[in-house]
């Protein structure tokens, strides 16, 4: 069956805005410096005031400031019972949207029932002066007060006003007029920031023994097991088969820990009482700011570690003072490893923790954060539905998020990030979302940030030095199917600073030399990434303002590893798609032993012919067929970066039960008819993947039992032909055999026969263990 053309709605467009400025020409820019659109704002920065006149009986006043343009207006905080207030705040008015020609900057005292006009001062706004970076920021100055008729009043305002652009330095923190309706609470809610996860390390716990363990009953053997805990981890050791007071284990444990270090790490010796009841024998309190960090393989010494036990003593628990139990351990931070929170197949990072152990950087990436077009309805306000979208971006250790753009389908951010290279086969990973905290939000306890879509884009792929600008569009599968959200433009360029040091690299080992020194498990591998996942979210979430921790869940894909009946059909088109040209390379030579094609035919017998007569010349054919394949793909290779494809991902034609089976919770939250149905049809599959396992099992065997005796006839007669095979060998020449070889292989088919090889009949009457299967 023919898959249909990918649809125009989810490909990729190249685009051409108008970067720094300037304009793209071929793949330089014309304005070297920025990746972005240039985006005009007015800038006041309301510095203080002093010498304000007294409002109220006390000689007083309560002053704030309003800066009025048009319909827009800016408000500081109120200082109560203050006449020299200092505010330093930055106030930022788009100049796509300036609606007057006269800016105002108001001084109001707060009161009860109405503000009190204090003075005001005004500024035409074409004799504002512009600044462009890296000019130093414009001083501000005093300003005499005016009162409604334009005549000078008490009191003087230090401002300064300016035309800029997104490129000045007060941008970040700045209040936007595009973000009036925002409460002042909520305002930290939409600014840009930028982002560092903590360091991780895995932390080692080598649980070696312990001594003069002391039992409540001691007539009976203690089954004794440790039990460490870091935070929220909980891990546990075998129980020990010395069931003594003094157990050996020589187990290790290891955790995910994040720098700094808050949690202790926390080892309890237990003995398991009775089936659901294990009594504490011991505790050891061990503070990670203590413990020793390892670089390299080297052991460690081992350590004895003092067990405390708190017994009950009159309704308090109190410290045993007599008590010498002891645990031997090996505790160590692993500095060369690196802790994942990505899949590797998507990895932005693949640095040791050690920043010791860090290679030089090999140059940077520029991300231009342009705009969004076209975005969805994620809620529904006043009756009308809205989108407040901003973008994160994670590359590395740093996370960076754009400012949030309020009610807007089609935001423009234009902002600007860079990132410093160590590998070049990494993946930068952009997401948009809908910011759900600006309204009261947080109060509500249960608000999520919505999931508009994201895109990767690996650096392997860019040209060095080439500016690519696309627009992306953002794809999102829900339990209904696939679903475009819009379109996210971007402008990207890697810049390669040593090109022999990024070449090198290709040659080296993927992950740092501990992975393969002292390898950890798949299991232990993906627990440990989920922990570090969670981690992460933790303390990315206390940041101000935070990132949540669905937000960091799905930048870091951390469900990648669930069940998909989708992603299963996926990988296996993935994997006829990879043995497709050996397919094709199989049915080709057919065709030549078929004489499809009588003249290729007589070629290939040719080229056979000089190969073996000259077989010093097979290993350089080869290579140069391969480099003229290589050279033929050059003019077909791809000039876009790609991105999210409805059709290797299989969304186009997902069923919509493998959709809902897919965004099920874990555990299930679905009806019990249901599962069991869905659970026929992974018996089903299973069934059928058995099979198949089977099926290999009995060739291995089959081969195996080529020399085993087990069928007495067939081992005599393959050890009949390997001993005539080898007299054959030895007397003749192996050119003379390979040539014979060919031209059998090769014969015309008249002379075929339409029945198997016989040494193909001989093998699959060769004996298996299958039938002593039950």
């Not at 879509?453 to 392997?460: A, N, P, Q």
């Not at 070449?503 to 080992?509: D, E, G, N």
């Not at 089977?694 to 020399?707: I, K, N, P, V």
Request: aromatic letters at 10%; proline letters at 6%.
């Amino acid at each position: 069956m023919q898959k249909p053309p990918p649809s125009v709605e989810f490909a990729l467009k190249e685009t051409k805005p108008q970067l720094g400025g300037g304009s793209v020409i071929g793949d330089k820019l014309t304005c070297a410096y920025d990746l972005v659109e240039q985006m005009h704002y007015l800038y006041v920065r309301v510095v203080k005031a002093k010498d304000l006149p007294p409002k109220d009986v006390t000689g007083s006043c309560d002053p704030y400031i309003e800066v009025k343009l048009g319909n827009y207006k800016g408000v500081t905080k109120h200082f109560e019972k203050k006449t020299n207030p200092v505010w330093n705040q930055v106030f930022a008015f788009s100049k796509d949207r300036l609606q007057a020609s006269v800016l105002e900057v108001v001084v109001k005292d707060k009161d009860f029932v109405k503000d009190d006009f204090m003075g005001k001062v005004s500024f035409d706004l074409h004799e504002v002066p512009r600044r462009v970076p890296p000019d130093s920021p414009l001083a501000p100055q005093w300003y005499r007060l005016e009162d409604r008729k334009g005549e000078k009043a008490k009191g003087e305002l230090m401002l300064a006003v300016w035309m800029g652009t997104q490129a000045d330095e007060a941008f970040p923190d700045a209040w936007h007029s595009d973000a009036a309706t925002v409460s002042i609470e909520n305002i930290t809610h939409i600014r840009s920031k930028v982002y560092l996860s903590p360091k991780l390390w895995y932390l080692r716990v080598n649980i070696i023994e312990a001594q003069d363990l002391v039992p409540s009953d001691k007539s009976r053997y203690p089954e004794v097991f440790v039990k460490g805990t870091l935070g929220n981890q909980a891990l546990r050791t075998r129980t020990s088969q010395i069931k003594s007071i003094n157990p050996m284990w020589n187990e290790d444990l290891i955790f995910v820990a994040a720098d700094p270090f808050e949690e202790p790490l926390v080892l309890t010796v237990e003995d398991r009482v009775a089936s659901n009841k294990d009594e504490v024998l011991g505790k050891c309190v061990i503070a990670l700011q203590n413990v020793q960090r390892r670089l390299d393989h080297k052991p460690i010494n081992w350590r004895w570690y003092n067990l405390e036990k708190h017994v009950l003593v009159d309704g308090e628990l109190k410290k045993e003072t007599k008590f010498a139990s002891r645990l031997c351990m090996r505790i160590c931070l692993e500095g060369g490893y690196h802790v994942f929170d990505e899949s590797t197949q998507y990895s932005s990072d693949f640095r040791p923790t050690a920043k010791p152990l860090w290679k030089p950087s090999i140059g940077i990436l520029e991300v231009g954060i342009l705009s969004a077009q076209g975005l969805a309805q994620m809620k529904t306000k006043d009756g009308r539905g809205t989108t407040d979208a901003y973008c994160v971006a994670k590359y590395g250790r740093k996370w960076v998020r754009t400012r949030t753009i309020i009610d807007n389908f089609n935001p423009k951010w234009n902002e600007q990030y860079i990132f410093e290279v160590f590998d070049p086969c990494t993946v930068i990973t952009l997401g948009v979302f809908d910011n759900c905290h600006l309204h009261g939000g947080d109060k509500t306890g249960g608000t999520k940030d919505l999931i508009i879509g994201k895109v990767r884009i690996r650096l392997s792929i860019l040209e060095s030095e080439r500016v690519y600008t696309h627009s992306y569009p953002l794809i999102v599968l829900q339990s209904k199917g696939v679903k475009k959200m819009g379109e996210i433009q971007l402008a990207v360029r890697f810049t390669c600073s040593t090109l022999v040091n990024m070449l090198y690299l290709y040659s080296q080992p993927l992950l740092p030399k501990m992975h393969y020194i002292h390898p950890l498990s798949v299991i232990q591998v993906d627990s440990l990434r989920h922990q570090a996942t969670q981690l992460l979210s933790v303390r990315l979430g206390r940041a101000e303002p935070p990132l949540r921790k669905e937000v960091v869940g799905y930048m870091l894909d951390v469900d990648s590893h669930m069940w998909s009946m989708r992603r299963s059909k996926a990988n296996f088109f993935r994997i006829m798609g990879v043995i497709g040209g050996l397919i094709a390379v199989g049915k080709w030579f057919n065709n030549i032993c078929n004489w499809k094609n009588p003249l290729t035919t007589i070629l290939i017998h040719i080229l056979f012919v000089i190969l073996v007569l000259f077989p010093e010349l097979i290993l350089p054919t080869i290579l140069l067929y391969l480099f003229f394949i290589a050279l033929w793909n050059f003019r077909r290779r791809p000039r876009h970066p790609p991105h999210m494809d409805i059709q290797l991902s299989h969304a186009h034609a997902a069923h919509p039960d493998e959709l809902d089976e897919e965004f099920d919770t874990f555990p299930t939250s679905k009806p019990s008819d249901l599962v069991r149905m869905r659970y026929d049809r992974l018996r089903s599959i299973a069934g059928r993947i058995q099979t198949v396992a089977g099926d290999m099992a009995t060739q291995g065997e089959r081969f195996q039992s080529l020399l085993n005796w087990r069928d007495p006839r067939t081992t005599t007669l393959f050890a009949g032909a390997c001993l005539i095979g080898a007299i054959v060998l030895y007397v003749t020449p192996f050119q003379v055999l390979a040539l014979l070889a060919g031209f059998y292989i090769l014969r015309h088919p008249r002379f075929r026969q339409k029945l198997p090889f016989t040494p193909l009949n001989f093998f699959r009457r060769l004996p298996s263990r299958a039938d002593s299967m039950l």
